[in-house]
Antibody
Framework: EVQLVQSGAEVKKPGESLKISCKGS????????IGWVRQTPGKGLEWMGI????????RYSPSFQGQVTISADKSISTAYLQWSSLKASDTAMYYC?????????WGQGTLVTVSS | EIVLTQSPGTLSLSPGERATLSCRAS???????LAWYQQKPGQAPRLLIYGASSRATGIPDRFSGSGSGTDFTLTISRLEPEDFAVFYCQQYGSSPYTFGQGTKLEFK
């Protein structure tokens, strides 16, 4: 069974750094891209970027380029999304998903709250 | 980037009725690379339709997708109580792979 399990909810202050994770199982982790999607009440679902764990090839949406870093450790079948300096506007639910071209399996989501 | 506009914003129907949801793209979606997702409160989105008209694994045949170019439709032939949710379209033919703003299907 394909599963993507994300790390737990985070509460951070503006300016802090953060790295959230997404662990894949039940399939060949290095054979599919992993994508990250942001969801907010105001802007809905936003495609942030994708990574191919086999060779760490990474593509970003222009809206998120330079704002976040996507990485992966194929030895532990885990992808990451990280921020070096959080803003209040980063408050959102973040989902990872397996990319077949569409997003066919999704993680359960990680809620990130940034507040002073 | 391709902008996807979904209509209506909210659709109020009863179980047993037919639902028709629209997704219009600002430019042609190459290869009919369009997907539909269903999201229930507190849950992640779930893939329903890919390639504009192919049902994902385990999706009942009351869900169907159609369209090409810039106009796409998701049809639910006979609504079941568990179908009421928010539905999103997504194009994955041109990066960035944008989503529509969603259609909320609610009980009438």
């Amino acid at each position: 069974e394909v599963q993507l399990v994300q790390s737990g909810a985070e509460v951070k202050k503006p300016g802090e750094s953060l790295k959230i994770s997404c662990k894949g199982s039940g399939y060949s982790f290095t054979s599919y891209w992993i994508g990250w999607v942001r969801q907010t009440p105001g802007k809905g679902l936003e495609w942030m970027g994708i990574i191919y764990p086999g060779d760490s090839d990474t593509r970003y949406s222009p809206s998120f380029q330079g704002q976040v870093t996507i990485s992966a450790d194929k030895s532990i079948s885990t992808a990451y999304l990280q921020w070096s300096s959080l803003k209040a506007s980063d408050t959102a639910m973040y989902y990872c998903a397996r990319v077949r071209s569409d997003f066919d399996y999704w993680g359960q989501g990680t809620l990130v709250t940034v507040s002073s | 980037e391709i902008v996807l506009t979904q209509s209506p914003g909210t659709l109020s129907l009863s179980p047993g009725e037919r639902a028709t949801l629209s997704c219009r793209a600002s430019q042609s979606v190459s290869g009919s690379y369009l997907a539909w997702y269903q999201q229930k409160p507190g849950q992640a989105p779930r893939l329903l339709i890919y390639g504009a008209s192919s049902r994902a694994t385990g999706i009942p045949d009351r869900f169907s997708g159609s369209g090409s170019g810039t106009d796409f439709t998701l049809t639910i032939s006979r609504l079941e109580p568990e179908d009421f949710a928010v539905f999103y379209c997504q194009q994955y033919g041109s990066s960035p792979y944008t989503f529509g703003q969603g259609t909320k299907l609610e009980f009438k």
